[in-house]
């Protein structure tokens, strides 16, 4: 049985800091269910980025791999959340692919009185219990009263 692939959109990678301590634990948790992660600050090593063109070659396997993935677990930490993230979860949403969105940031960006986020990020969720694809803790990644776990089992 060939393993289901994630893509993490997250703006973790672009901070030493972040790369080195925070991307690699939502990359353990969601391995960890048994799911291959396609973590794109990693699968875009290859790319020359001293030669001219390479942010284009980037933004372009990077949306591929959204096309090819068989869903998005989004970190939208921020007010607003980062753009390219927001895209990248756009065109998954387009895609009808599962979605899991994460953020433990505790502001509110929204004017809804149901999202804590621009309501236009939980299309991708159900309409009723949308919280359940929504995480707000690592630990709360391998909850098996969680979306994720469930749709990775069937």
Not at 47 to 52: L, R, T
Not at 63 to 69: G, P, T, Y
């Amino acid at each position: 049985m060939t393993k289901k692939t994630i893509y993490l959109a997250s703006p973790y990678g672009f901070s030493k800091q972040w790369n080195a301590k925070l991307l690699p634990e939502f990359v353990s948790a969601l391995e960890s269910l048994g799911a291959e992660v396609w973590e794109p600050f990693q699968r875009n090593n290859q790319v020359d980025f001293s030669q001219p063109g390479w942010a284009h070659k980037v933004a372009i396997a990077d949306l591929q791999d959204v096309k090819d993935s068989d869903a998005i677990f989004a970190i939208v930490n921020g007010t607003p959340p980062d753009e390219g993230v927001m895209v990248e979860l756009g065109v998954a949403i387009a895609l009808n692919k599962p979605t899991f969105l994460f953020r433990d940031d505790f502001r509110r960006c929204s004017d809804s009185e149901d999202y804590p986020l621009n309501l236009m990020l939980f299309a991708g969720l159900p309409a009723s219990n949308w919280e359940n694809s929504f995480y707000t803790s690592i630990k709360e990644i391998k909850s098996p009263n969680k979306a994720l776990v469930s749709w990775l089992e069937n």
